[in-house]
């Protein structure tokens, strides 16, 4: 932290997966935590291992105990709720600033109350590790104070994103489109390679999908290859027909967009896509009228 910057007393309400680690590196940037709300005995020992220097006390005696920033890591659909309730004890004072760490929220969650939309882009565990893992992150920030914002960000060892109101949740869908359904896809493929024989899936796919996202991330959609962005609509057939039932759903959604995405970037050619399309479709209908 800036020498030059006031030292923030800070409370946590939520000491989650996000709240206990978000609080542990504002406490290692120089800010005094001195209070989180932990209900769950999960949260409770998150709270004892990553904010051991706070006392665990209820919301409302923990937002009256952080003078200069309260730390809202609740679940989306919470957010309003606890808001309003916090604003209806007294808790919240004149002066305070209030962040909540939802993507998909912006300041109208707040309502009147000063505060600001700071999300990082990052999944978390609660574990230890998940410290190591915020410096150089993006930040998904809506915030009239954008001073004030980007010191907290800069504290916590990131880069604000500064995202509009209007687009909190189309923001928040890409990242959870991103890193949620990567999760589902990678954990897919380790099922069906297992369903092949293959008794060490992850020894097959780290190299290959560590590539596949490096290629990705720096080539856009010139990184695609396979028999979907080659029109191998034999090939496709097969998968179809030998793979776990339960995986032909998610095989036959992403191929049809991988197919969308060939296509528009040029990739592959409409006229050779045809034979594809049609396998997919086919599939597709087969599986509605079953």
Excluded: C
């Amino acid at each position: 932290m800036d020498p030059r910057m006031k030292s923030l007393t800070v409370g946590v309400v939520g000491a989650g997966r996000v709240g206990a680690v978000l609080g542990a590196a504002l406490h290692a940037a120089g800010h005094r935590v001195v209070a989180a709300a932990a209900v769950s005995t999960a949260s409770r020992e998150r709270a004892a291992r990553l904010l051991p220097h706070a006392a665990v006390l209820p919301a409302d005696e923990v937002t009256r105990a952080a003078t200069d920033l309260l730390l809202l890591a609740v679940p989306d659909d919470h957010l309003a709720a606890v808001v309003a309730g916090l604003d209806r004890t007294g808790a919240l004072r004149p002066g305070q600033v209030v962040a909540h760490t939802s993507g998909a929220h912006g300041l109208a969650v707040l309502g009147d109350v000063n505060g600001m939309a700071l999300h990082p882009a990052m999944t978390f565990t609660g574990a230890d590790s998940d410290l190591d893992r915020l410096p150089g992150i993006a930040w998904g920030v809506t915030a009239p104070d954008r001073v004030f914002a980007t010191r907290l960000v800069a504290d916590l060892g990131g880069v604000p994103e500064w995202i509009a109101e209007e687009s909190r949740p189309v923001y928040h869908a890409a990242l959870a489109h991103g890193a949620n359904h990567l999760v589902t896809l990678v954990n897919e493929a380790a099922d069906v390679l297992r369903a092949a024989g293959v008794g060490e899936p992850g020894r097959v796919l780290t190299p290959l999908l560590t590539a596949a996202l490096d290629n990705a991330l720096r080539l856009g959609d010139a990184a695609l290859t396979g028999p979907v962005s080659r029109g191998d609509a034999g090939t496709v057939g097969k998968h179809l027909d030998r793979m776990p039932a339960e995986a032909v759903p998610a095989y036959l959604a992403m191929a049809r967009r991988t197919a969308d995405r060939a296509i528009a970037s040029g990739r592959l050619r409409p006229q050779d896509a045809t034979a594809l399309l049609d396998v997919l479709a086919a599939r597709a209908e087969q599986r509605s009228h079953s």
